[in-house]
T-cell receptor
């Protein structure tokens, strides 16, 4: 299994531009999570899905952030418009049966907004 | 979920056992202890979890005190590749509607 695949690995964009981060979970996993990591705030949960349905989006910082999961094998996290404070590493993770089997994380997308 | 307390950093010599403590004095009876680690620039990696019995797998051992108020993750023979941030998390087993919340963890530095 190729694991959780995220793209792109690195993204540099100008303030005000739209950014889309992509994630392909492990086949068969029914939970998908989006996290953000910065030095100041550590790892923060943004949103997670169960069977493609958003369960908890209370961690999404503001309306500029949106996430979708159109099918079991693909999810996107979109920021529009982007701001310099959105610069962070964004991780996607998936798991089977929720939480007791351990999450598998992707390699992350390092976003820089200039 | 119960709060955990971990030392911010620890050092360990290569080949020696690394013992990482975690305090979770407010843990509830149905909460499990999970350990993850994050090697620089990578996503966190699941290590082990347990309820009250000691657990062992190919990566580590988890020792939970009888009163369950603290636990220790043991890496029996630490290598340089074990240098990472280690997170201790307590949460209800398979609880719908919640997800893992990461604290600041312990930065373990293994040196030769």
């Amino acid at each position: 299994d190729a694991g959780v695949i995220q793209s792109p690995r690195h993204e540099v964009t100008e303030m005000g531009q739209e950014v889309t981060l992509r994630c392909k979970p492990i086949s068969g996993h029914d939970y998908l999570f989006w996290y953000r990591q910065t030095m100041m705030r550590g790892l923060e949960l943004l949103i997670y899905f169960n069977n493609n349905v958003p369960i908890d989006d209370s961690g999404m910082p503001e309306d500029r952030f949106s996430a979708k999961m159109p099918n079991a094998s693909f999810s996107t996290l979109k920021i529009q418009p982007s701001e310099p404070r959105d610069s962070a590493v964004y991780f996607c993770a998936s798991s089977l049966q929720g939480f007791d089997y351990g999450y598998t994380f992707g390699s992350g997308t390092r976003l820089t907004v200039v | 979920d119960a709060k955990t307390t971990q030392p911010p950093s620890m050092d360990c010599a290569e080949g020696r056992a690394a013992n990482l403590p975690c305090n979770h004095s407010t843990i509830s009876g149905n909460e499990y202890v999970y350990w993850y680690r994050q090697i620089h620039s990578q996503g966190p990696q699941y290590i082990i979890h347990g309820l009250k019995n000691n657990e062992t797998n190919e990566m580590a051992s988890l020792i939970i005190t009888e009163d369950r108020k603290s636990s220790t993750l043991i890496l029996p023979h630490a290598t340089l590749r074990d240098t990472a941030v280690y997170y201790c998390i307590v949460r209800v087993y398979n609880q719908a509607g919640t997800a893992l919340i990461f604290g600041k963890g312990t930065t373990l530095s293994v040196s030769s």
